[in-house]
């Protein structure tokens, strides 16, 4: 990471943790299970101005950088269980398809092993179900 990088970064960390003390300053220690459903689903041209083009611009699309980061959330197994479920959407809503999805989370069982891919399978047809009922 470059200078400008990391003091971007620390910023958006050190104003996050201000905006959570300012709502409500007992959000500090808040268990992040279920997080997810507070947080809606991005546009996918939102998605592609934050994550695809601000950070690298000539790198990663929106849809291939959020892959890469079920895989790398699918080997933190249990650990990650909201960030992942938001992700999926992310991704979803980004172009990923749920085959794509599926195929980098069996990917990672070599990685995290088989618990970890079933249990990111698992949370991954929880989402896939949700955003059916969504759009019928």
Not at 109 to 121: E, H, R, T, Y
């Amino acid at each position: 990471m470059n200078d400008d990088f990391t003091k971007l970064f620390k910023t958006m960390m050190e104003q996050g943790q201000e905006m959570v003390r300012a709502f409500n300053p007992s959000l500090e220690n808040m268990s992040v299970k279920g997080f997810e459903n507070f947080i809606p689903t991005m546009t996918k041209d939102m998605m592609e101005m934050w994550f695809g083009r601000t950070f690298n611009r000539e790198g990663l699309d929106a849809k291939t950088r959020l892959l890469v980061t079920i895989a790398a959330l699918t080997v933190l197994g249990a650990h990650a269980e909201a960030q992942l479920k938001l992700t999926i959407r992310h991704a979803l809503e980004a172009g990923a398809t749920k085959r794509e999805i599926a195929e980098v989370i069996w990917q990672m069982s070599m990685f995290g092993g088989l618990p970890a891919m079933q249990k990111a399978l698992e949370m991954a047809q929880v989402v896939f179900a949700e955003t059916e009922e969504k759009n019928a």
